[in-house]
Antibody
Framework: QVQLVESGGGVVQPGRSLRLSCAAS????????MHWVRQAPGKGLEWVAV????????YYADSVKGRFTISRDNSKNTLYLQMNSLRAEDTAVYYC?????????????????WGQGTLVTVSS | DIQMTQSPSSVSASVGDRVTITCRAS??????LAWYQQKPGKAPKLLIY???SLQSGVPSRFSGSGSGTDFTLTISSLQPEDFATYYC??????????FGPGTKVDIK
């Protein structure tokens, strides 16, 4: 069965960096686009970034562009989110999510499997 | 960016009730819309995609309709496990993929 397991969250000071990981199993990881979605405490869902199946295409929300970098290692079935220059407003649970269908099919932009989330708290 | 709105923001209902949630996009998105259910402390779950396609394993009491800018999620007969928050999400254009603010369904 499909499993997505995030790790790397924690408490970090403003301006510092953190790298999240998402270990995937149960599907052909290298065939699917992958997303990061976050949820601030008590708030709604905010899409953060997407990466194509081969890592050649990456897109970001304006709120993180230039500070966050999404990447993947298909040999390790792992997705990453490098977060630099963190701000208090980046405090959230970060979920990785799998695209419903393979890249270049519009269904790739729906999220059919989600990890359990990892909490990032940015505070001094 | 495409903005998504939902109404109502919350609804109180009883088991067995029919519940309808509306989602509106700030511009036409054809049928590129999904609905998710989220329970407290849990990850969201995909219910409906492409406006009306039921995700595998989701009970048939959930249905979606609409196209263009106006969409609805209907729960035909509310069950105890359906009390949750529901989000719509547009997949028409990106970045960004945008979600609605959510509709909380709670017990009357």
């Amino acid at each position: 069965q499909v499993q997505l397991v995030e790790s790397g969250g924690g408490v970090v000071q403003p301006g510092r960096s953190l790298r999240l990981s998402c270990a995937a199993s149960g599907f052909t990881f290298s065939s699917y686009g992958m997303h990061w979605v976050r949820q601030a405490p008590g708030k709604g869902l905010e899409w953060v970034a997407v990466i194509s199946y081969d890592g050649s295409n990456k897109y970001y929300a304006d709120s993180v562009k230039g500070r966050f970098t999404i990447s993947r290692d298909n040999s390790k079935n792992t997705l990453y989110l490098q977060m630099n220059s963190l701000r208090a407003e980046d405090t959230a649970v970060y979920y990785c999510a799998k695209g419903l269908e393979q890249w270049l099919v519009r269904g790739a932009y729906y999220f059919d499997y989600w990890g359990q989330g990892t909490l990032v708290t940015v505070s001094s | 960016d495409i903005q998504m709105t939902q109404s109502p923001s919350s609804v109180s209902a009883s088991v067995g009730d029919r519940v309808t949630i509306t989602c509106r996009a700030s511009q036409g998105i054809s049928s590129w819309l999904a609905w998710y259910q989220q329970k407290p402390g849990k990850a969201p779950k995909l219910l409906i995609y492409a406006a009306s396609s039921l995700q595998s394993g989701v009970p048939s009491r959930f249905s979606g309709s609409g196209s263009g800018t106006d969409f609805t999620l209907t729960i035909s007969s509310l069950q105890p496990e359906d009390f949750a928050t529901y989000y719509c999400q547009q997949a028409n254009s990106f970045p960004p993929f945008t979600f609605g603010p959510g509709t909380k369904v709670d017990i009357k």
